[in-house]
């Protein structure tokens, strides 16, 4: 067979397969979990985070929000919004963690999916009409009745590496950039993302060295996030989920892989089975959706579905240029059947909506009715 991103080394992936099972079949269970957990093994002490801090509020006619930020124990500070309904009955409510995407846009994190103190921050307003409906979709969360943690993650916003600290080769033409703007611009922000996009590159060979994974270390701080909601006075402990688009949708299922505290996840249009995906659809993704080895010892959907009988929503866009549709019905039916086998089919649910990459309004709306099912 001929796939057109290997061309002559299209006979590659026989010779890997020859040598190796290539995406076997891993049922959920007990073993799925450890073989999984083992994949993605990077973890500091507890997972709580450190110094933990309230750094600023602000209200709205519906939301009341907080800045929040902590240590994960390297690197800069977390910095995240936590947005709560300003009218809501009982005290503990149910929980969400938002998870920003990937988007090939590293300069913001939280602020692409959630409105802080100054509402819209600058320049996303055609980021946002693309992908998410024009709408700050944790805002609205909040507003359903849900306190909603959005934080950065490694590599993005407050997580960001600076570009002083990226290779010269990356960082030449983004500085010269950067020297002739200021404050931030459309343009300065473009470059960022054009240099990040590279140096990406690097860190994931950083944590090989390091004896870790880009998605490890993603997933480590998603769950610093969640033991953050778990501490808090005003929120159910037993009733948090998890919700994201794309490198969101990514996380998601990273943390519902490796975090027995989620208890509903939503992953939006990040979803196929990998065979598919070998002939033009790797290119297009983050180094977060190829844990090294999970194609020895399963598929991405057998990942995301390691802790059935866990709730867990797929939303498919089924003309999303990022995956083939041949993959993502795989991947639907992989992982209704691991619900079944689990005894609890209906805790699958898997729609596909006629749209491209995105998390639109009718989407949104059908994911978060879920998660109040779900998490009430």
Known sequence: MIYQDLGPYSDWVAAAESAYALFPSLPPGITAQRTVRQLLDFSIGTEKPQAPTIDGQWQTPRIIGEEISWSVGYGPRTRAYLLRPRH?????????????????????????IADGPGGEAPFLKAFRRQFYGRRAFANALAERGFVVLVPDVFLWGSRRFPLSAMPLWIRAKAIQHHRKASPVTRATIRTYNQAA?????????????????????????????????RSRDDVAAQRIGCVGLSGGGCRAALLQATCNHIHATVIVGMMSRYQPMVDTH???????????????VGDWPDLAG?????????????????????????????????????????????????????????????????????LR
């Open 306 to 374: 390691c802790r059935a009988p866990s709730p867990l929503m797929v939303q498919y866009a089924s003309r999303d240029e990022l995956f083939p549709l041949a993959g993502m019905r795989g991947a639907h039916h992989c992982l209704r059947q691991h619900y079944r086998r689990a005894g609890a089919a209906k805790n699958y649910v898997g729609r596909f909506f006629p749209v491209h990459h995105s998390f639109d309004l009718q989407m949104q709306e059908i994911a978060f009715a879920w998660l109040r099912s779900r």
């Open 197 to 229: 996009a590279e140096h990406e590159h690097v860190v994931e060979k950083y944590c090989t060295l390091l004896g870790t994974t880009l998605a490890a270390m993603v997933s480590y701080e998603d769950r610093v996030a969640v033991n953050y909601l």
């Open 88 to 112: 809501a009955p009982g005290h503990r409510l149910p929980a969400i963690v938002a998870l920003h995407d990937h988007g090939g846009f590293k300069y913001y994190g939280k602020e692409k």
């Open 282 to 296: 790797v290119k297009y993704h983050t180094w977060m959706f190829w844990p090294p080895g999970l194609s020895r």
